[in-house]
Protein backbone atom coordinates (compact mmCIF):
# COMPACT_ATOMS: atom_id res chain seq x y z
CA UNK A 1 0.00 0.00 0.00
CA UNK A 2 2.76 2.57 0.73
CA UNK A 3 4.79 1.74 -2.14
CA UNK A 4 1.27 2.04 -4.55
CA UNK A 5 0.85 5.83 -2.37
CA UNK A 6 4.45 6.30 -3.09
CA UNK A 7 4.47 5.82 -6.77
CA UNK A 8 1.35 7.46 -7.38
CA UNK A 9 2.95 10.79 -5.82
CA UNK A 10 6.34 10.30 -7.46
CA UNK A 11 3.90 9.99 -10.73
CA UNK A 12 1.81 13.45 -9.76
CA UNK A 13 5.19 14.95 -9.25
CA UNK A 14 6.41 14.63 -12.49
CA UNK A 15 3.06 15.49 -14.10
CA UNK A 16 3.35 18.80 -12.43
CA UNK A 17 6.94 19.17 -13.50
CA UNK A 18 6.02 18.64 -17.41
CA UNK A 19 3.43 20.91 -17.03
CA UNK A 20 4.43 24.58 -16.10
CA UNK A 21 1.39 26.39 -15.39
CA UNK A 22 -0.05 23.73 -13.73
CA UNK A 23 3.00 23.98 -11.75
CA UNK A 24 2.42 27.80 -11.37
CA UNK A 25 -0.67 27.22 -10.02
CA UNK A 26 -0.30 24.23 -7.86
CA UNK A 27 2.27 26.52 -6.10
CA UNK A 28 0.17 29.54 -5.25
CA UNK A 29 -2.40 27.61 -4.42
CA UNK A 30 -0.06 25.45 -1.57
CA UNK A 31 1.69 28.72 -0.31
CA UNK A 32 -2.00 29.99 0.15
CA UNK A 33 -2.87 26.85 1.92
CA UNK A 34 0.10 27.22 4.09
CA UNK A 35 -0.89 31.04 4.69
CA UNK A 36 -3.92 30.04 5.92
CA UNK A 37 -3.18 27.03 8.12
CA UNK A 38 0.48 29.08 9.64
CA UNK A 39 -1.50 28.87 13.20
CA UNK A 40 -1.41 25.13 12.88
CA UNK A 41 1.95 24.57 11.22
CA UNK A 42 3.59 26.42 13.99
CA UNK A 43 1.70 24.58 16.68
CA UNK A 44 2.77 21.25 14.56
CA UNK A 45 6.16 22.57 14.90
CA UNK A 46 6.53 23.35 18.16
CA UNK A 47 5.18 19.92 18.89
CA UNK A 48 8.07 18.69 16.89
CA UNK A 49 10.39 20.36 19.24
CA UNK A 50 9.61 19.52 22.66
CA UNK A 51 9.31 15.69 21.07
CA UNK A 52 13.00 16.33 19.89
CA UNK A 53 13.81 17.53 23.49
CA UNK A 54 11.75 15.15 25.44
CA UNK A 55 13.49 12.13 22.99
CA UNK A 56 16.58 11.83 24.89
CA UNK A 57 15.45 10.89 28.05
CA UNK A 58 12.74 8.79 26.84
CA UNK A 59 15.64 6.78 25.22
CA UNK A 60 17.30 6.80 28.36
CA UNK A 61 14.39 5.31 30.31
CA UNK A 62 14.00 2.69 27.83
CA UNK A 63 17.59 1.39 28.16
CA UNK A 64 16.86 1.04 31.99
CA UNK A 65 13.63 -1.41 31.13
CA UNK A 66 10.75 1.23 31.28
CA UNK A 67 8.10 0.53 29.38
CA UNK A 68 7.26 2.40 26.68
CA UNK A 69 3.99 4.30 27.92
CA UNK A 70 5.91 5.03 31.25
CA UNK A 71 8.82 6.37 29.61
CA UNK A 72 6.57 8.71 27.17
CA UNK A 73 4.52 9.45 30.60
CA UNK A 74 7.52 10.15 32.84
CA UNK A 75 8.50 13.48 31.43
CA UNK A 76 5.18 15.05 31.33
CA UNK A 77 4.11 14.10 34.54
CA UNK A 78 7.64 15.94 35.63
CA UNK A 79 6.33 19.21 33.45
CA UNK A 80 3.18 19.31 35.23
CA UNK A 81 4.22 18.47 38.87
CA UNK A 82 7.26 21.43 37.69
CA UNK A 83 4.85 23.97 36.19
CA UNK A 84 2.38 23.87 39.26
CA UNK A 85 5.26 23.51 41.82
CA UNK A 86 7.49 26.79 40.50
CA UNK A 87 5.45 28.31 37.18
CA UNK A 88 1.87 28.87 38.60
CA UNK A 89 2.91 30.58 41.94
CA UNK A 90 5.46 32.85 40.36
CA UNK A 91 3.56 34.17 37.59
CA UNK A 92 0.92 36.42 39.68
CA UNK A 93 4.08 38.01 41.17
CA UNK A 94 6.54 38.52 37.90
CA UNK A 95 3.26 40.14 35.93
CA UNK A 96 2.33 42.48 38.66
CA UNK A 97 5.80 43.40 38.14
CA UNK A 98 5.84 43.77 34.65
CA UNK A 99 2.78 45.72 34.62
CA UNK A 100 3.89 48.20 37.58
CA UNK A 101 7.02 48.84 34.89
CA UNK A 102 4.82 48.84 31.58
CA UNK A 103 2.94 51.59 33.41
CA UNK A 104 5.64 53.60 34.67
CA UNK A 105 7.73 53.34 31.52
CA UNK A 106 6.17 56.32 30.37
CA UNK A 107 7.12 58.47 33.02
CA UNK A 108 10.60 57.06 33.01
CA UNK A 109 11.23 57.71 29.26
CA UNK A 110 10.16 61.46 29.86
CA UNK A 111 12.43 61.97 32.59
CA UNK A 112 15.14 59.84 31.07
CA UNK A 113 14.69 61.78 27.96
CA UNK A 114 15.11 65.15 29.69
CA UNK A 115 18.02 64.00 31.08
CA UNK A 116 19.78 63.70 27.74
CA UNK A 117 18.37 66.98 26.26
CA UNK A 118 14.85 65.39 24.90
CA UNK A 119 11.37 65.74 25.20
CA UNK A 120 8.56 63.22 24.88
CA UNK A 121 5.00 63.47 25.20
CA UNK A 122 4.61 60.58 27.63
CA UNK A 123 0.44 60.42 27.10
CA UNK A 124 0.17 59.00 24.20
CA UNK A 125 2.76 55.92 24.97
CA UNK A 126 1.01 55.48 28.27
CA UNK A 127 -2.55 55.39 26.41
CA UNK A 128 -1.24 52.86 24.46
CA UNK A 129 0.44 50.88 27.10
CA UNK A 130 -2.06 50.29 29.54
CA UNK A 131 -4.15 49.24 26.88
CA UNK A 132 -1.71 46.21 26.07
CA UNK A 133 -1.61 45.96 29.82
CA UNK A 134 -5.45 45.66 30.11
CA UNK A 135 -5.62 43.07 27.88
CA UNK A 136 -3.12 40.84 29.92
CA UNK A 137 -5.66 39.00 32.64
CA UNK A 138 -4.59 38.59 36.27
CA UNK A 139 -5.27 34.93 35.65
CA UNK A 140 -1.98 32.26 35.60
CA UNK A 141 -3.27 29.91 33.44
CA UNK A 142 -4.08 32.19 31.16
CA UNK A 143 -1.16 34.91 31.47
CA UNK A 144 1.12 31.26 30.47
CA UNK A 145 -1.10 30.76 27.54
CA UNK A 146 -1.18 34.07 25.98
CA UNK A 147 1.89 33.39 23.76
CA UNK A 148 0.29 29.95 22.64
CA UNK A 149 -3.29 31.33 21.65
CA UNK A 150 -4.92 29.84 24.54
CA UNK A 151 -5.39 26.79 26.60
CA UNK A 152 -6.40 24.79 23.79
CA UNK A 153 -3.32 25.02 21.90
CA UNK A 154 -1.09 24.56 24.65
CA UNK A 155 -3.14 21.12 25.33
CA UNK A 156 -2.87 20.89 21.44
CA UNK A 157 0.97 21.03 21.35
CA UNK A 158 1.56 18.72 24.02
CA UNK A 159 -0.44 15.81 23.19
CA UNK A 160 0.63 16.10 19.67
CA UNK A 161 4.07 15.76 21.06
CA UNK A 162 3.12 12.84 23.31
CA UNK A 163 1.96 11.51 20.69
CA UNK A 164 5.26 11.57 18.05
CA UNK A 165 7.23 10.39 21.16
CA UNK A 166 5.00 7.34 22.10
CA UNK A 167 5.33 6.52 18.26
CA UNK A 168 8.58 7.58 17.09
CA UNK A 169 9.73 4.76 15.89
CA UNK A 170 6.80 4.70 13.63
CA UNK A 171 6.46 8.06 12.06
CA UNK A 172 10.20 8.04 11.26
CA UNK A 173 10.02 4.66 9.40
CA UNK A 174 6.50 6.28 7.53
CA UNK A 175 8.79 9.44 6.46
CA UNK A 176 12.01 6.98 5.47
CA UNK A 177 9.28 4.75 3.26
CA UNK A 178 8.75 7.71 1.15
CA UNK A 179 11.86 7.65 -0.57
CA UNK A 180 13.94 4.82 -2.33
CA UNK A 181 14.47 1.57 -0.65
CA UNK A 182 18.70 2.52 -0.96
CA UNK A 183 17.83 6.01 0.88
CA UNK A 184 15.89 5.06 3.72
CA UNK A 185 18.82 4.17 5.66
CA UNK A 186 20.01 7.78 5.68
CA UNK A 187 16.76 9.59 5.64
CA UNK A 188 16.80 7.85 9.04
CA UNK A 189 20.17 8.96 10.41
CA UNK A 190 19.06 12.82 8.76
CA UNK A 191 16.09 12.62 11.22
CA UNK A 192 17.83 11.33 14.51
CA UNK A 193 20.48 14.28 13.09
CA UNK A 194 17.43 16.80 12.84
CA UNK A 195 15.74 15.72 16.41
CA UNK A 196 19.50 16.00 17.93
CA UNK A 197 19.93 19.49 17.08
CA UNK A 198 16.25 21.00 17.53
CA UNK A 199 16.61 19.14 20.97
CA UNK A 200 19.23 20.47 21.64
CA UNK A 201 18.53 24.17 20.44
CA UNK A 202 15.37 23.97 23.13
CA UNK A 203 17.49 22.52 25.36
CA UNK A 204 20.31 25.25 25.17
CA UNK A 205 17.77 27.96 24.76
CA UNK A 206 16.14 27.25 28.48
CA UNK A 207 18.85 27.21 29.83
CA UNK A 208 21.05 30.78 28.39
CA UNK A 209 17.86 32.32 29.62
CA UNK A 210 17.50 31.35 32.92
CA UNK A 211 21.27 32.17 33.35
CA UNK A 212 20.94 35.48 31.46
CA UNK A 213 17.69 36.39 33.45
CA UNK A 214 19.39 34.95 36.58
CA UNK A 215 23.06 37.13 36.25
CA UNK A 216 21.11 40.42 35.43
CA UNK A 217 18.70 40.02 38.05
CA UNK A 218 21.86 39.73 40.52
CA UNK A 219 23.58 42.40 38.83
CA UNK A 220 20.87 44.78 38.58
CA UNK A 221 20.34 44.35 42.38
CA UNK A 222 23.92 45.17 43.11
CA UNK A 223 23.59 48.27 41.23
CA UNK A 224 20.33 48.73 43.14
CA UNK A 225 18.40 49.54 40.01
CA UNK A 226 14.85 49.59 40.46
CA UNK A 227 12.56 47.10 38.99
CA UNK A 228 15.28 44.47 38.54
CA UNK A 229 13.39 41.76 38.63
CA UNK A 230 11.05 42.74 35.43
CA UNK A 231 14.22 43.78 33.73
CA UNK A 232 15.83 40.73 34.32
CA UNK A 233 12.94 38.52 33.46
CA UNK A 234 12.89 41.00 29.99
CA UNK A 235 16.71 39.59 29.37
CA UNK A 236 16.06 36.17 29.90
CA UNK A 237 12.98 36.04 27.90
CA UNK A 238 14.37 37.94 24.98
CA UNK A 239 17.72 36.02 24.63
CA UNK A 240 15.43 33.49 22.73
CA UNK A 241 16.69 36.25 19.94
CA UNK A 242 20.07 35.78 19.61
CA UNK A 243 21.91 38.64 18.82
CA UNK A 244 18.94 41.34 18.63
CA UNK A 245 17.21 39.83 21.69
CA UNK A 246 20.12 41.24 24.51
CA UNK A 247 20.41 44.86 22.23
CA UNK A 248 16.34 45.27 22.66
CA UNK A 249 16.34 43.99 26.40
CA UNK A 250 19.39 46.44 27.15
CA UNK A 251 16.68 49.34 25.72
CA UNK A 252 14.40 49.67 29.46
CA UNK A 253 17.35 48.75 32.07
CA UNK A 254 19.11 51.96 29.97
CA UNK A 255 16.20 54.43 30.15
CA UNK A 256 15.31 53.31 33.52
CA UNK A 257 19.39 54.15 35.11
CA UNK A 258 19.13 57.36 33.33
CA UNK A 259 15.81 58.53 35.39
CA UNK A 260 19.03 57.67 38.16
CA UNK A 261 21.90 59.82 36.39
CA UNK A 262 24.37 58.87 33.05
CA UNK A 263 26.41 57.38 34.89
CA UNK A 264 24.22 54.50 36.27
CA UNK A 265 22.91 54.11 32.82
CA UNK A 266 26.88 53.87 32.02
CA UNK A 267 27.32 51.10 34.41
CA UNK A 268 24.15 49.46 33.11
CA UNK A 269 25.23 49.43 29.58
CA UNK A 270 28.68 47.98 31.28
CA UNK A 271 27.06 45.12 32.86
CA UNK A 272 25.06 44.11 29.77
CA UNK A 273 27.87 44.18 27.75
CA UNK A 274 29.86 42.08 30.24
CA UNK A 275 27.00 39.50 30.74
CA UNK A 276 27.09 39.17 26.88
CA UNK A 277 30.66 39.10 27.00
CA UNK A 278 30.64 35.99 29.29
CA UNK A 279 27.48 34.24 27.06
CA UNK A 280 29.69 34.65 23.93
CA UNK A 281 32.84 33.44 25.25
CA UNK A 282 31.90 30.86 28.03
CA UNK A 283 28.46 30.14 28.57
CA UNK A 284 27.28 29.41 24.84
CA UNK A 285 30.14 27.24 23.78
CA UNK A 286 29.10 24.70 26.70
CA UNK A 287 25.26 24.90 26.88
CA UNK A 288 24.85 25.21 22.44
CA UNK A 289 27.43 23.12 21.41
CA UNK A 290 25.05 20.45 19.83
CA UNK A 291 23.26 22.92 18.87
CA UNK A 292 23.47 24.42 15.23
CA UNK A 293 25.70 27.61 15.04
CA UNK A 294 24.77 30.65 12.46
CA UNK A 295 26.01 33.30 11.09
CA UNK A 296 24.91 36.88 12.89
CA UNK A 297 23.83 37.97 9.80
CA UNK A 298 21.85 35.16 8.87
CA UNK A 299 19.96 35.49 12.65
CA UNK A 300 19.07 38.43 11.98
CA UNK A 301 17.41 37.99 8.77
CA UNK A 302 15.72 35.25 10.05
CA UNK A 303 14.31 36.77 12.87
CA UNK A 304 13.00 39.82 11.26
CA UNK A 305 11.31 38.18 8.73
CA UNK A 306 9.79 35.62 11.20
CA UNK A 307 8.13 38.35 13.35
CA UNK A 308 7.23 40.42 9.88
CA UNK A 309 5.21 36.74 8.93
CA UNK A 310 4.40 35.32 12.14
CA UNK A 311 4.65 38.00 14.85
CA UNK A 312 6.21 36.82 17.88
CA UNK A 313 6.25 33.30 17.28
CA UNK A 314 7.65 33.76 14.28
CA UNK A 315 10.69 35.50 15.36
CA UNK A 316 11.07 32.88 18.45
CA UNK A 317 10.88 30.04 15.97
CA UNK A 318 12.83 31.59 12.78
CA UNK A 319 16.54 29.79 14.36
CA UNK A 320 15.18 26.50 15.11
CA UNK A 321 13.09 26.67 11.27
CA UNK A 322 16.42 27.66 9.30
CA UNK A 323 18.40 24.92 11.60
CA UNK A 324 16.12 22.77 10.54
CA UNK A 325 16.40 23.88 6.41
CA UNK A 326 20.05 23.59 7.17
CA UNK A 327 20.22 20.23 8.10
CA UNK A 328 18.06 18.94 5.23
CA UNK A 329 19.70 21.14 3.00
CA UNK A 330 22.91 19.51 3.90
CA UNK A 331 21.72 16.30 4.10
CA UNK A 332 20.35 15.99 0.67
CA UNK A 333 23.70 18.06 -0.70
CA UNK A 334 25.84 14.91 1.16
CA UNK A 335 23.73 12.63 -0.38
CA UNK A 336 24.51 14.02 -4.63
Known amino acids: MIE ?23 LIVFFWFVIQIRAILISIFLSYIIMAALLPLVHYLRKNKFPKLFAVLIPYIGIV ?3 FLI ?19 PQLLNHSAKSVGFTVDPRQLSQYLNNQVSTISQSAVEVTTKFFGGLFSVLTIFVV ?20 ADSREYTLKTLDHINEKLGAWLHG ?52 ALTISPTMALTVIF ?31 SVTIGANLLGIAGALLAIPFISFIIIVFNSFDKRQ
Not at 165 to 171: A, G, T
Open 4 to 26: EEKSMLQSFIKYLLKNQVIFALF
Open 81 to 83: IAI
Open 87 to 105: VVPLVPFMVSQVQTLIIKF
Open 161 to 180: SFYLLLYNDDFKKFLANLFQ
Open 205 to 256: QLILSLIIGFFSWIGLIILGLPYALPLAFIAGLLEALPTLGPIISAVPAVIV
Open 271 to 301: LYILIQALENHLIVPQVMKKAVGLNPVIIII
